[in-house]
């Protein structure tokens, strides 16, 4: 049971504590001297500046809606590839006469002139660019991969003067090679090649045109 204090005097009140000091720890010096350790504090983390206060946005007037229109046909994948055709032609006599009807890709148009011009008496063929084409003409298998069989037997260039001087897209059997098939050697013209083989139509425009006027 409590204890309940006489009436008239007043109660005790507790005698204060006070806190109880750690000593710091003693650290013997070298020299023989008692030197006291300073007790590191917990770091505390840093508070961050208080800086000026923000200012709330201004409100003005709502400016005119913009819409970006994207352009038709913009960014629907990659363009295509251009085809870039290419003419034949080969030298019959003093003029060169057209090899092909339709434009064809660039090996091929190699493969027709050296073609033509290794079985008749013609020496030189020459290819030129006919622009954009949606599609190639195409050429008979044993013209196929001509050029690159026959390269030996073509030079690029032109002797002048003991000179030589490159030709572009121009192709000139060589000396050596000049008889050595069937059609050379019975002396067949580049004009009835290309018609019997039915490189060009009407034989309009093969023969070469005299200088002299007609009286």
């Known amino acids: 049971p409590r204890r309940v204090p006489p009436r008239g005097r007043p109660p005790r ?6 806190p ?43 400016g005119p809606l913009k819409i970006r229109i994207k352009p038709v046909g913009v960014g629907k994948g990659k363009k295509k590839a251009r085809k870039i055709g290419y003419d034949v032609f080969g030298k019959s006599g003093k003029r060169f006469i057209k090899l092909n009807k339709v434009p064809l890709s660039r090996q091929d148009a190699k493969s027709r ?6 079985h008749t008496t013609a020496k ?26 026959v390269k030996f037997k073509f030079r690029e260039f032109r002797i002048r003067k003991g000179k030589k001087i490159k030709q572009k897209n121009t192709f000139i059997e060589k000396r050596r090679f000049g ?3 069937p059609g ?13 083989r039915g490189f060009i139509g009407k034989s309009k425009g093969i023969k070469i045109r005299s200088s002299k006027k007609k009286r």
């Open 13 to 18: 009140r507790p005698p204060k504590r006070m």
């Open 20 to 62: 109880r000091r750690i000593p710091t720890p003693l650290r013997v010096a070298p020299s023989g001297k008692i030197v006291r350790i300073p007790l590191r504090r917990a770091a505390q983390p840093r508070r961050a500046p208080r800086g000026p206060p923000r200012r709330p946005p201004r409100m003005g007037r709502p």
């Open 113 to 118: 002139g050296k073609f033509a011009i290794d």
């Open 124 to 149: 030189t063929t020459k290819i030129k660019p006919a622009g954009a084409v949606k599609k190639f003409g195409s050429i008979t298998k044993p013209e196929k991969g001509y050029s690159r069989k």
């Open 179 to 181: 008889i050595d098939q």
């Open 184 to 196: 050379e050697v019975r002396g067949l013209s580049l004009a009835k090649f290309a018609k019997h």
